[in-house]
C-alpha cells in the first residue's frame, strides 16, 4: 500500500510563490509514474503537471512556465513549485501515483491566491 502526503500550500497574494510537496510512504519515486492535480470548487479535478520514470515533464497550457515539477528520489518526495501565482490557481492540490496498476492519491493541500 502506496501513502502519499502532501505539504506546503497556504495563502499567498497574487504573483507569489509556494512549493508544494508530496511524500511517499515508500520508495516508488523513482520508478513511477508521478503527477499534481488540483480541483476548484465546483470544477472537474485536472492535472497540472507530471513527470516520468524517465524525467519527462509535462504541463497543462495554464500553468506552463510558472510552474516546476520535479523530484528528488533519495527523499522519496515529488515537488511542486508554484512561481507567478494567479487567483484561478486557487485550488486543493492532490499528489498522484500511478503504481503497478494502480493509482494513489494524497489527501490534498489548499492553495489560495488572493488578488
Known amino acids: 500500500q502506496v501513502q502519499l502526503v502532501e505539504s506546503g500550500g497556504g495563502l499567498v497574494q497574487a504573483g507569489e510563490s509556494l512549493r508544494l510537496s508530496c511524500v511517499a510512504s515508500?520508495?516508488?519515486?523513482?520508478?513511477?509514474?508521478m503527477a499534481w492535480y488540483r480541483q476548484a470548487p465546483g470544477k472537474q479535478r485536472e492535472q497540472v503537471a507530471s513527470i516520468t520514470t524517465g524525467g519527462t515533464t509535462n504541463y497543462a497550457d495554464s500553468v506552463k512556465g510558472r510552474f516546476t515539477i520535479s523530484r528528488d528520489n533519495a527523499k522519496n518526495t515529488v515537488y511542486l513549485q508554484m512561481s507567478s501565482l494567479k487567483p484561478e490557481d486557487t485550488a486543493v492540490y492532490y499528489c498522484n501515483a500511478i503504481y503497478v496498476h494502480k493509482a494513489y492519491w494524497g489527501q490534498g493541500t489548499q492553495v489560495t491566491v488572493s488578488s
Open positions: 515508500s520508495s516508488i519515486v523513482s520508478n513511477t509514474f
